[in-house]
């Protein structure tokens, strides 16, 4: 079965300092995988993606994440974080675009 | 171009009753997916419609249930509400063809049951 874990559910870290989200995934197939942020009553806004290639991506507002095969995972990073990044993050993994499996998110949290 | 709208922004309903929800996705996208989000379960995927079919079903009860329309609109049905029913239903287009195309998502209709 597909599932995705986001194993902290709350991370705080200080304005400036870097970020890294963790996610792990459990797929049979080639996964697509990606990185959505959503703020206090909004949707869901895309970071980034990975189909194919170079496993290194990088997203919008500075965000990158790393896709390893060999530990199902799909790292989000920042190097420095800025008090605007404060919101939930959710990875998610599909078949494509249409039918995600989502973790729990990480709410993030910036200390000035 | 205009994203993905969502109406209404919020409903509240009593028990028992019936509420349709509506997703207008961006224009020239074909599938509309349809998520609930509740702080215990978080996102749970409902439903996919592409080209007025239902293409992609998740693990929802029958009272759960949607249409498209040809014009690419969909709505969403939920019958006989429960407490439990309350959540953010979030809606979501793509071009619906081909794998590498990106998912973007209404604001959300906040459903209050009570």
């Known amino acids: 079965a597909q599932s995705v874990t986001q194993p902290d559910i709350h991370i705080t870290v200080s304005e400036g300092a870097s970020l890294e989200l963790r996610c792990n995934y459990s797929?049979?197939?080639?996964?697509?995988l990606f990185w959505y942020v959503q703020s206090p009553g909004q949707g869901l806004q895309l970071l980034l993606k990975?189909?194919?290639?170079?496993?290194l991506v990088q997203g919008i507002k500075g965000f990158e994440a790393e896709f390893k095969r060999s530990q199902s995972s799909f790292n989000l990073r920042k190097p420095s974080v800025h008090w605007s990044d404060a919101a939930e993050y959710f990875c998610a993994v599909g078949p494509g675009s249409e039918k995600l499996v989502f973790g729990k998110g990480t709410k993030l949290t910036v200390n000035p | 171009k205009a994203g993905v709208t969502q109406t209404p922004r919020y409903l509240i309903k009593t028990r028992g009753q019936q509420v349709t929800l509506s997703c207008s996705p961006i224009s020239g996208h074909r599938s509309v997916s349809w998520y609930q989000q509740t702080p215990g379960q978080g996102l749970q995927f409902l439903f996919e419609?592409?080209?007025?079919?239902?293409?992609n079903k998740g693990n929802f009860p029958g009272r759960f249930s949607g249409r498209q329309f040809s014009n690419s609109r969909s709505e969403m049905n939920v019958s006989t509400l429960e407490l439990g029913d309350s959540a953010l239903y979030l809606c979501?287009?793509?071009?619906?063809?081909?794998?590498?195309?990106?998912?973007?998502f209404g604001q959300g209709t906040r459903l209050t049951v009570v």
């Open positions: 797929y049979g197939a080639t996964p697509y």
């Open positions: 979501a287009s793509t071009r619906g063809q081909g794998r590498t195309t990106e998912a973007f």
């Open positions: 419609y592409f080209s007025e079919t239902q293409r």
């Open positions: 990975y189909f194919s290639g170079d496993t």
